[in-house]
């Protein structure tokens, strides 16, 4: 926790450098089933003086295949290797770090693993965090078709760093859809301008190119996100399909 322990490291020559590695085990708390690993990385307490170079990786390695992994502190990068095995990271440069690092992560031996955290402080309603999450070994037999709709920004406010990040995380949703699914780009500036004009079968064709038209898109105009959001609505089915299991969630 807040203990401190105080070494002696010598001699330490001029100009030098010397490493320190300190090796210690730690028994992790459960907390309504989550794990919790928290790494003490606050260091404005100690020195005002940034980190040049601030690097956290985690190594995750369990017996139950694991399922929810969240960081309440930090933008973390997850790469999930196999069920039981998953890396986090975390990079910052010139990093001021003012909280400690906490990882929250659930195993659980059923398809699906939940997880539900509450907090209430005094007379207050409090809230609530509910942590859903397949896993990595679903039964692709299992995975439902489904309608996607999405719906970029591409107003002038975007223009930069912004842009940028949203087509680069455009490109890597419509790369990881499936080929039963069906899904439209409603881009939107001034007015709205659709791809297709209609749900498209996620063919390797149509997301050719949507990757190519998501490529192509500029950051210019106003902000039409109403008549954007009300074109998106619209691709819904507006009549349930006669058999039940046709049914496709629409996101």
């Known amino acids: 926790d807040r203990d401190t322990f105080k070494a002696r490291v010598f001699p330490i020559e001029p100009r030098s450098k010397k490493r320190l590695r300190i090796r210690y085990n730690q028994l992790l708390r459960a907390d309504s089933g989550l794990l919790v690993y928290l790494y003490p990385l606050s260091t404005e307490k100690f020195s005002p003086k940034p980190i040049p170079d601030l690097s956290v990786k985690i190594e995750l390695q369990t017996a139950l295949p694991l399922k929810s992994i969240y ?145 192509h898109l500029q950051a210019l105009g106003g902000t039409a996100i109403n008549d954007a959001l009300q074109r998106a609505l619209a691709l819904r089915p507006a009549a349930p399909p006669a058999n039940p299991a046709d049914q496709r969630p629409f996101l």
């Open 71 to 215: 960081s309440p502190t930090h933008e973390v990068d997850i790469r999930r290797h196999e069920p039981r095995r998953a890396t986090v990271s975390f990079q910052a440069r010139d990093a001021k770090p003012d909280a400690d690092f906490a990882l929250y992560f659930a195993t659980e031996k059923d398809e699906l693993g939940a997880n539900l955290l509450t907090y209430k402080n005094g007379d207050d309603e409090g809230f609530f965090l509910l942590l859903l999450s397949p896993g990595l070994d679903a039964d692709p037999k299992k995975i439902l078709p489904k309608d996607v709709a999405f719906v970029l920004d591409t107003s002038g406010s975007m223009a930069g760093k912004k842009i940028e990040q949203a087509k680069k995380a455009l490109l890597f949703c419509i790369e990881n859809l499936n080929p039963q699914d069906r899904f439209e780009i409603l881009r939107f500036a001034t007015d709205v301008e659709p791809l297709f004009g209609r749900l498209a079968d996620a063919s390797r064709a149509n997301r050719d190119r949507a990757t190519e038209f998501v490529q």
